[in-house]
């Protein structure tokens, strides 16, 4: 059986890893100066997150979502990466999954910049219908 291989659907993945890169980065450039200005001295005998949580919440929450990028976003790689190997899926999933990492960028920057939670938690809901969408027309397509 050969395999064709839709690599557009593969580029929404692509782009959501290197977004987290990117959101890697920014959680650097602003946690070490911020732990440099604190005088802090890192222990790791404090349990976890015990002294990072010392840190202004405008630092705390570019980790805050450089974390969730390890989240739900852990259903949409292998998805996207079933729906390439599906000849039945095409522009339609292609969509969703670029609409579900736009959603995801954007709320990224708004959970980084405002962070006000009910802002970010309709980008959470808009981003997790169209990965639930997704899901289902790639189920459909295995039908």
């Avoid at 987290?20 to 890192?42: D, E, G, K, S």
């Avoid at 929450?61 to 259903?75: G, I, M, V």
């Avoid at 670029?98 to 708004?110: K, N, P, Q, T």
């Avoid at 808009?126 to 189920?139: D, P, Y």
Wanted: hydrophobic share 60%.
């Amino acid at each position: 059986m050969d395999v064709v291989l839709n690599r557009a659907l593969l580029m929404p993945a692509v782009a959501l890893a290197a977004w987290t890169f990117v959101m890697w980065a920014w959680m650097y450039v602003t946690r070490i100066p911020a732990v440099r200005r604190a005088q802090m001295t890192l222990d790791a005998t404090i349990p976890r997150g015990e002294q990072m949580a010392t840190l202004p919440p405008e630092v705390r929450w570019k980790a805050d979502n450089y974390n969730h990028l390890f989240e739900q976003p852990t259903l949409f790689y292998p998805l996207v990466i079933i729906a390439a190997l599906l000849p039945a899926c095409g522009t339609p999933e292609l969509a969703l999954a670029w609409g579900y990492v736009a959603l995801r960028i954007v709320h990224s920057v708004f959970q980084a910049m405002v962070n006000k939670i009910e802002v970010r938690f309709a980008l959470f809901l808009f981003s997790s219908f169209a990965l639930l969408a997704l899901v289902v027309r790639v189920a459909l397509a295995l039908g």
